[in-house]
């Protein structure tokens, strides 16, 4: 493993936190304000370059920032526009939920989509959050459980048939559970989004994803070498 691949890993970690905790929870000023630090400002200038998406979404949370800076009001209107995207009040105009957009005719959470992400979850021991309250298939959980892996796979140490294993299956649930339905998902959020946070973030998500699975091929081709 090169220091690139190290600096990669590095970086997937908070990512994946980020949009955990933007999409799984209401923006709070203290959590703008450490995606807005200098630490977080420098992993996402790490995401595509100079000029990059990374690059794009730290000049959105920036742009919100100086917002909720200066008008009181801003928080609650971005949190309307979370519960109208995300929860409802009726039918959420961008279903945070992956069975909703694999499975859109079925109309029903917790459905044969929802239990193979949660095989994935049972293999790697890992144990959502919000269990058992909310779907195993909603965005927030799977960004927490690319986040856990990702930390794992982060830290020092041979790179052993165990980290290539839990590599190998990160890049597969990114393929087979997420990039499948993402694009669709950012569609949506970028449509009803009215502060440009959310949209913001789902378009970074996709970019993220497709920039990680790239990343973490070529490196799984190195490590099977």
Known sequence: MNRDDAAWLA????????????FGSPLKEPMLDALCSDSYQA???????????GRRFAQCLLSVHVRVSSDEGE???IEQDRVRLFLGPTKPKASPWSSMHRRP??????NPATL?????YLAEGYLPKDYPRVSDDHIALMMDFLAALSAESARPGPADEGKLGSLTVQRD???RELLTWVEEFAILVGAYDRSGLYGGAASFLVDF?????????ALIARMAA
């Open 75 to 77: 928080l609650d209107g």
């Open 173 to 175: 649930f990114i393929s």
């Open 43 to 53: 992993i996402f200038g790490l995401c595509g370059g100079s000029e990059g998406y």
């Open 105 to 110: 005719g079925d109309g029903t959470l917790f």
């Open 209 to 217: 994803l497709k920039d990680d699975l790239s990343h973490l091929d």
């Open 11 to 22: 970086v997937r970690q908070p990512a994946y936190l980020a949009m955990n905790v933007l």
């Open 116 to 120: 193979v992400v949660r095989s994935y």
